[in-house]
T-cell receptor
């Protein structure tokens, strides 16, 4: 069974603070992909990152960074020096790499509010 | 490059009525997905098409929901008859193939009264 848990339902911080969004996943597959998507108030899910289960290197993209730890089944997302425009709902998702159906399993999402 | 297009953006209907949503994927994307997102939850896959064939419809309530992708491009999702619990945002996504990340449209917000 595939499952993604985002325990933080809502987070509210003041602009310029750093914030980490947690993601824990469950899967019996040995190979899989993990994703983060951003959903701003407009409603459209915006792709942020894809990570292969074999690649445990952390990744940094501007103010965004991702920490993948296979030993704890976690794929956490950190925003450094947060900005008001970062306010959105963020989803972590899991997808097996088997051929055929490539269903994305999403977590419940974390609503992030950055206050000026 | 144009993104995934969906229409209408909003729809309000009464229970037991029927409704249809339309999706135009990114040009050249072979894989198309329909998701249902209930308020406060993550999206849930309803159906996945590879070109015009169905790959996964295991979570599609087939007694009331139907979807088609004629000619392997545009897709239509229909609900007939609608129930109150169908109130949600219906998201369409596409990808070049099932191995790549999915690109989402703006969604259709359905309210069933």
């Amino acid at each position: 069974a595939q499952k993604v848990t985002q325990a933080q339902t809502e987070i509210s911080v003041v602009e310029k603070e750093d914030v980490t969004l947690d993601c824990v996943y469950e899967t019996r597959d040995t190979t899989y992909y993990l994703f983060w998507y951003k959903q701003p108030p407009s409603g459209e899910l915006v792709f942020l990152i894809r990570r292969n289960s074999f690649d445990e290197q952390n990744e940094i993209s501007g103010r965004y960074s991702w920490n993948f730890q296979k030993s704890t089944s976690s794929f956490n997302f950190t925003i450094t020096a947060s900005q008001v425009v970062d306010s959105a709902v963020y989803f972590c998702a899991l997808r097996p790499t088997i051929q055929g159906a490539q269903k994305l399993v999403f977590g419940q999402g974390t609503r992030l509010t950055i206050n000026p | 490059e144009a993104g995934v297009a969906q229409s209408p953006r909003y729809k309000i209907i009464e229970k037991r009525q029927s409704v249809a949503f339309w999706c135009n994927p990114i040009s050249g994307h072979a894989t198309l997905y329909w998701y249902q997102q209930i308020l406060g939850q993550g999206p849930k896959l309803l159906i996945q098409f590879q070109n015009n064939g169905v790959v996964d419809d295991s979570q599609l309530p087939k007694d009331r929901f139907s979807a088609e992708r004629l000619k392997g491009v545009d897709s239509t999702l229909k609900i007939q008859p609608a129930k109150l619990e169908d109130s949600a945002v219906y998201l369409c996504a596409s990808s070049p193939s099932s191995y790549y990340e999915q690109y989402f449209g703006p969604g259709t917000r359905l309210t069933v009264t």
